[in-house]
Structure formats: structure tokens, C-alpha cells
């Protein structure tokens, strides 16, 4: 196969996992501050405050991954060496 489908192959699988790995601590986290909640009303609003903060922490790691997987696609640093390799 060739370098560039290499690549977008490459970036594909790595949003996949990402986004598996960022659904999967997503859900968890959200199904934990509901049971916290169920068990404790009051303090929900403590409850939800820090599973939002939790979640945005999360989330950035699925756009760390897309930001690598664009890098990868568009910005790729080893282009000009494989075009070289190419054409000799």
C-alpha cells in the first residue's frame, strides 16, 4: 500500500479508538454522577459541576486525537521524503 492510504488509514483508526475510549469514559462518568445524585439529592449541583468539568477533560482528549489525525492527513512532516522516494 502507499504511503498517503498508509496515512488515512492510520488517521481513521486513531478517531475510532479516540472516539471509543472518549464514549466509553463519557458514559461512565455520567452514569456515576447519576447514581451519585440518586443517592445524595442535595448534592447534585456539586455532582454535576465537577462531572462537567470531568467530562470536558475527557472530551479534549478526543480533539488531541483529531488534531493528530488532521496532522496526520494534511500536515504529514515525512510528505516531501516520500514524494522523493517516489519519483526516484
Same mark, same amino acid.
Given at each position: 500500500?502507499?504511503?498517503?492510504?498508509? /496515512?488515512?488509514?492510520?488517521?481513521?483508526?486513531?478517531?475510532?479508538?479516540?472516539s471509543?475510549?472518549?464514549? *466509553?469514559?463519557? #458514559?461512565?462518568? *455520567? =452514569?456515576?454522577?447519576v447514581?451519585? @445524585?440518586?443517592? $445524595?439529592? #442535595?448534592?447534585s449541583?456539586?455532582?454535576?459541576? &465537577?462531572?462537567? *468539568?470531568?467530562?470536558?477533560?475527557?472530551e /479534549?482528549?478526543?480533539?488531541?486525537?483529531?488534531? +493528530?489525525?488532521? &496532522?496526520?492527513?494534511?500536515?504529514?512532516p515525512?510528505?516531501?521524503? @516520500? +514524494? =522523493?522516494?517516489? $519519483?526516484?
Amino acid at each position: 500500500m502507499e504511503f498517503f492510504a498508509w /496515512s488515512v488509514l492510520a488517521a481513521g483508526i486513531g478517531m475510532g479508538i479516540g472516539s471509543l475510549g472518549t464514549g *466509553i469514559g463519557q #458514559g461512565l462518568a *455520567i =452514569q456515576k454522577a447519576v447514581e451519585g @445524585v440518586a443517592r $445524595n439529592p #442535595g448534592a447534585s449541583g456539586k455532582i454535576m459541576t &465537577i462531572m462537567l *468539568i470531568g467530562l470536558a477533560m475527557i472530551e /479534549s482528549l478526543a480533539i488531541y486525537v483529531f488534531v +493528530v489525525a488532521m &496532522i496526520i492527513l494534511y500536515a504529514n512532516p515525512m510528505t516531501e521524503t @516520500v +514524494v =522523493q522516494m517516489l $519519483n526516484k
